[in-house]
C-alpha cells in the first residue's frame, strides 16, 4: 500500500505561484509512476501532469503547459508541482495519484493510489 498526502495548496491570486508537494509513505516509489489531477466543482477529475518512475519522462495537459512543472524526488520519496503564471481557471482540488510502473500514464483510471486532495484556489 501507498499512502499520499498533498500539501501546498492555498490562495493565491492569478499570475502568482505555488508549489503542491505530494510525500508517499508506506512503499518506496522509485518503480512508481506518478501524476496529479484536478477537479473543479461540477467538472470531472481532469488529468494536470505524470511523471515516469524514473522522472526521465514527463507529461503535462496542454492546459498547463508551459506554466506547470512536475518532478520528483526518489530519495525524498516525493513528487512536486510547480505551478506559475496561475489563472482563476486554475482553480480546484489538486490530487496526487500512484501507480506501479515505469511509464507513464494520463487517465485516472490506471492509478491505483491516490491522496485526498488539496484546495487551490486563484483569485481574479
Known amino acids: 500500500q501507498v499512502q499520499l498526502v498533498e500539501s501546498g495548496g492555498g490562495l493565491v491570486q492569478a499570475g502568482g505561484s505555488l508549489r503542491l508537494s505530494c510525500a508517499a509513505s508506506?512503499?518506496?516509489?522509485?518503480?512508481?509512476?506518478m501524476g496529479w489531477f484536478r477537479q473543479a466543482p461540477g467538472k470531472e477529475r481532469e488529468f494536470v501532469a505524470t511523471?515516469?518512475?524514473?522522472?526521465?519522462?514527463?507529461y503535462h495537459a496542454d492546459s498547463v503547459q508551459g506554466r506547470f512543472t512536475i518532478s520528483r524526488d526518489n530519495v525524498r520519496n516525493t513528487v512536486y508541482l510547480q505551478m506559475s503564471s496561475l489563472k482563476p481557471e486554475d482553480t480546484a482540488v489538486y490530487y496526487c495519484?500512484?501507480?506501479?510502473?515505469?511509464?507513464?500514464?494520463?487517465?485516472?483510471?490506471?492509478?491505483?493510489?491516490w491522496g485526498r486532495g488539496t484546495q487551490v484556489t486563484v483569485s481574479s
Open positions: 511523471i515516469s518512475a524514473s522522472g526521465a519522462s514527463t
Open positions: 495519484a500512484a501507480r506501479s510502473s515505469y511509464a507513464i500514464h494520463r487517465s485516472p483510471a490506471e492509478y491505483s493510489y
Open positions: 508506506g512503499r518506496i516509489i522509485s518503480s512508481y509512476g
